[in-house]
């Protein structure tokens, strides 16, 4: 075998299998060792050893799935402590379909607590470091999953997007994210934050696996009432022009006026000018209500969760605090168990569903909610896609956020308004700013995922963006002298 | 702006015990976000339907026929307390 096999993409394993150039066991075995000498805090539970893997075009493919998908006697606690020693006696379904696919469970990723943060901060099971630098975050909520991938501590991961949890990660880490059209993927045993918004999407190397990886996760299935499918099978794509492609660029979601650091506005700007080269026309446009996506959001998103949150209470699973009656032992559970966002979610949900603010708060966040759909109607009969950077920032430092909730909340700017629309978008890789990873976010009307990965493949091709500085940083000890004793050794 | 008062008002619409600390805290964290989401009340949302849900699904039927639910030990397993083949709980008149 002359490539170490944790260098190659998901479907270049899935050939080098094929040929027999490299056997499962030497792929599992490859990413357990990594996964396990994990540094970089991304695994909360690494697979002891390969599950049979059953015959499918993704056989041997070992996968890192988020916390919060409920796996069979696996812990899934959903980053809380309030699910602690939960193994759930049901399997997402999403996960699921990759089993049958063939895929082999690695590990379960960390995340922020039930989802909710941007950071990865807010997990019972610590923070996940960024492997470009150990000193900033991943982005949340599904920086572990997004970590792994691209620390080569797995070779794809799937996740969750509410409001850009699989879009900002994927950027801040400078790999590939995607979040379906909303009703693609199954919900079902998706441990739930805000189940209009919640969809599970794959994060990857590169646009290749992500389509790969989508197309197994996608069904319609009898067990999620919402969800759908999509009406034809995802392709790998193979576009390298984007001839005839309209590219719309949003006011309200671009400019350093409305928070985006001028190197992230610098990457994008560039890349903007590589799609022309390519063939694309791009202008200037608006989404006039994108700007109120956020303080609509932040009303809707909580309001589920306060109500889905509900069910933790110490009596059927998990934590439970001794109480005198059975109010105390639902309030005190509920007080040790959830960590503070998760606490500040519940309190801003229950306040805008409660008496006398339920008009004012969560009645307009969803008329709100509906201009901001017919805005991205209007714009998809001009535009083919909507593009802006994926995130206002590169990743920052460790704790730097973390007491402040709105400067947090801002990192969703430019990934909320897709999803309270439920359109799909895809954040690949555009270069770095600082020496970090920027994104760059494609979106387009509901459905349209395989014209969405033909475009992001094209731009991938053009932009050329070379992650390896954070695959061979890893999250491994980087020198043989930082390996403590008895670690594994490194690849 | 969020008072203490209403703070513990919805800790206890929510089952939610908060230290006086969290309180404190809760109240400027809450208002704080509150004031920015207020600024979709400049918005004329005059007339406008409310979006639930973005899916067109009207109503998802499925065949009414019995069907295996989860063995009740199963559904036990990961209970903290189980008596008699139930969950077990304080009395709500303790």
């Known amino acids: 075998m002359s490539t170490d096999p944790v260098r190659l993409t998901a479907a270049q394993a899935v050939e080098a299998l094929g040929r027999g150039d490299l056997s499962a066991a030497e792929l599992f075995a490859a990413y357990r060792e990594r996964a396990a000498a994990d540094e970089l805090n991304a695994f909360t539970w690494v697979a002891e050893e390969a599950p049979a893997a059953q015959d499918g075009p993704l056989h041997g493919i070992p996968i890192a799935v988020k916390d919060l998908f409920c796996t069979t006697g696996v812990p899934s606690q959903s980053g809380s402590k309030i699910l602690e020693g939960y193994r759930p006696p049901y399997t997402a379904t999403v996960v699921e379909n990759l089993e049958q696919a063939g895929t082999t469970l690695l590990g379960k990723t960390n995340q922020d607590e039930f989802a909710m943060g941007s950071s990865n901060e807010n997990s019972a099971f610590g923070p996940v470091l960024n492997p470009w630098d150990r000193e900033r975050v991943p982005g949340g909520s599904s920086g572990g999953s997004a970590a792994a991938v691209a620390a080569g501590l797995a070779p794809w991961a799937i996740a969750t997007d509410t409001g850009g949890s699989i879009r900002q990660p994927a950027a801040l880490c400078g790999i590939v994210g995607m979040k379906p059209t909303y009703g693609a993927v199954s919900r079902y045993g998706m441990i739930a934050f805000a189940s209009s918004l919640d969809q599970a999407g794959p994060l990857t190397r590169d646009v290749t696996d992500a389509a790969l990886l989508l197309g197994h996760m996608v069904s319609a299935d009898p067990r999620d009432s919402t969800s759908i499918g999509l009406p034809e099978e995802i392709a790998l794509p193979t576009a390298q022009r984007l001839d005839g492609i309209r590219l719309g660029v949003p006011e309200e979601l671009s400019g350093e006026a409305e928070g985006i650091e001028p190197g992230v506005m610098e990457a994008f700007e560039r890349t903007l000018r590589v799609a022309e080269e390519l063939g694309a026309s791009v202008e200037t446009m608006r989404l006039p209500h994108a700007e109120h996506g956020l303080s609509a959001y932040y009303v809707l998103a909580p309001a589920e969760a306060s109500s889905n949150l509900a069910r933790y209470d110490g009596v059927r699973y998990g934590l439970r605090a001794n109480g005198h009656d059975l109010v105390s032992l639902y309030t005190r559970t509920r007080h040790d168990g959830f960590g503070p966002e998760v606490k500040r979610r519940i309190m801003l949900g229950t306040y805008a569903l409660s008496s006398g603010y339920y008009d004012a708060y969560y009645g307009r966040a969803q008329k709100v909610r509906t201009k901001i759909a017919d805005d991205f109607r209007a714009a998809f009969e001009r535009f083919d896609f909507v593009v802006t950077p994926t995130a206002p920032t590169v990743a920052f430092g460790l704790g730097t956020k973390v007491h402040d909730p709105l400067a947090m909340y801002l990192n969703d700017y430019c990934t909320v308004p897709m999803s309270l629309a439920g359109t799909p978008a895809i954040s690949i890789p555009n270069g770095l700013a600082e020496g970090l990873p920027t994104g760059f976010q494609i979106a387009g009307p509901a459905f349209s995922e395989n014209r969405i990965l033909e475009a992001a493949h094209a731009l991938e091709g053009a932009i050329g963006f070379d992650g390896s500085t954070a695959l061979s940083r890893g999250g491994m000890p980087s020198t043989p002298s930082e390996r403590g004793a008895g670690r594994p050794a490194g690849l | ?94």
């Open chain 2, 1 to 94: 702006m969020i008072d203490r008062e209403q703070v513990l008002h919805v800790a206890r619409l929510a089952r939610l015990e908060l230290t006086d600390e969290e309180v404190a805290r809760m109240a400027g964290e809450l208002s704080d976000v509150l004031g920015h989401i207020e600024r979709i009340d400049q918005l004329d949302l005059e007339g406008v339907a409310p979006t639930t849900h973005v899916v067109d699904v009207p109503n998802a039927l499925r065949a009414d026929e019995p069907r295996a639910s989860l063995p009740r030990e199963v559904a036990l397993a990961p209970a903290p307390a189980v008596e008699a083949d139930g969950f077990s709980v304080p009395s709500p008149q303790a």
